[in-house]
């Protein structure tokens, strides 16, 4: 009944900039920590960051001092703010969030993912 929806990726130049957002919906009582992961061709699911409710932030290493991530709990949504992309960046971006229920145990939400293209 938890979704989360991505929207805002697409192709963009080397060095360019892109930023993605995050929505929730559904039976939502709060949402606690949320993050974004990627994917790559061939490759493993990998941490890009994440964020407390409270605004705490963790960068995974290769995205530090070039991606920013926020959330707007009012509104369930979370963004990324991508900048100096690299063709490395390549991939296709992940929300997740752990979703609190009133009544119900918490549960790991994902959304379907976009794709983000950095051009050579």
């Known amino acids: 009944q938890v979704r989360l929806v991505e929207s805002g990726g697409g192709l963009v130049q080397l060095g360019g900039s892109l930023r993605l957002s995050c929505a929730a919906s559904?039976?939502?009582?709060?949402?606690?920590?949320m993050g974004w992961y990627r994917q790559a061709p061939g490759k493993q699911r990998e941490l890009v960051a994440t964020?407390?409710?409270?605004?705490?932030?963790n960068y995974g290493d290769s995205v530090k001092g070039r991606f920013t991530i926020s959330r707007d709990n009012a509104k369930n949504t979370m963004y990324l703010q991508m900048n100096s992309l690299k063709a490395e960046d390549t991939a296709v971006y992940y929300c997740?969030?752990?979703?609190?229920?009133?009544?119900?145990?918490?549960?790991?939400?994902w959304g379907q993912g976009t794709q983000v293209t950095v051009s050579s």
């Open positions: 997740y969030a752990r979703v609190e229920r009133r009544l119900a145990p918490d549960i790991d939400s």
């Open positions: 559904g039976s939502i009582f709060s949402i606690d920590r």
């Open positions: 964020i407390t409710r409270v605004g705490s932030t």
